[in-house]
T-cell receptor, first 112, second 112 residues
């Protein structure tokens, strides 16, 4: 059973637009929610992460929105740039020292 | 060399071959991981080593055999693989079990 469901599978956004990727989970024990960015030929790299004690976390143009009651979290990329074109993975973990469960990934293409 | 390196980057092998994947981390971390990445599927955790001891084996077929000779090196020995084993194999490391993981670029494996 897939622990974390991610959508959409692919996304095309105009330069300057907002990219939104959504993830949902069922396990209420999850308390750490990272997002990873993967460029072609590279491994995933941690982009931004959130814990459920806050509803939003922002780092530059990247924002995580977290809805604990709905068991959903999303990544927003503001002012999307062609250099943001990559695959994005959400993940969830039940806490320190526990395995991460990953989504299936979203391929983002930002067109000039 | 910096970060996490993996060799070879690409490998084509027949079903009867024996080969090994190598991972080296230059970060001083004490935990290392093997993941399998297949298209449209979540990252699949295969093996985990913490302080050079295997701590997790997620029901991985015996045709995959890990080895961790020291805290900086991790190997994945392959034998009699199946075509469905074709995937990107990612190595990662972290300081502390399941703390922030740093990924290598992966080995693209094709089984013919």
């Amino acid at each position: 059973q897939q622990q974390v469901k991610q959508s959409p599978q692919s996304l095309i956004v105009q330069k300057g637009g907002i990219s939104i990727i959504n993830c949902a989970y069922e396990n209420t024990a999850f308390d750490y929610f990272p997002w990873y960015q993967q460029f072609p030929g590279k491994g995933p790299a941690l982009l931004i992460a959130i814990r459920p004690d806050v509803s939003e976390k922002k780092e530059g143009r990247f924002t995580i929105s977290f809805n604990k009651s709905a068991k959903q979290f999303s990544l927003h990329i503001m002012d999307s740039q062609p250099g943001d074109s990559a695959t994005y993975f959400c993940a969830a973990s039940p806490g320190t020292g526990n395995q991460f469960y990953f989504g299936t990934g979203t391929s983002l293409t930002v067109i000039p | 060399e910096t970060g996490v390196t993996q060799t070879p980057r690409h490998l084509v092998m027949g079903m009867t071959n024996k080969k090994s994947l190598k991972c080296e981390q230059h970060l001083g971390h004490n935990a290392m991981y093997w993941y399998k990445q297949s298209a449209k599927k979540p990252l699949e955790l295969m093996f985990v080593y913490s302080l050079e001891e295997r701590v997790e084996n997620n029901s991985v077929p015996s045709r995959f055999s890990p080895e961790c000779p020291n805290s900086s090196h991790l190997f994945l020995h392959l034998h009699t693989l199946q075509p469905e084993d074709s995937a990107l194999y990612l190595c990662a490391s972290s300081q502390g079990l399941f703390q922030e993981q740093y990924f290598g670029p992966g080995t693209r494996l094709t089984v013919t």
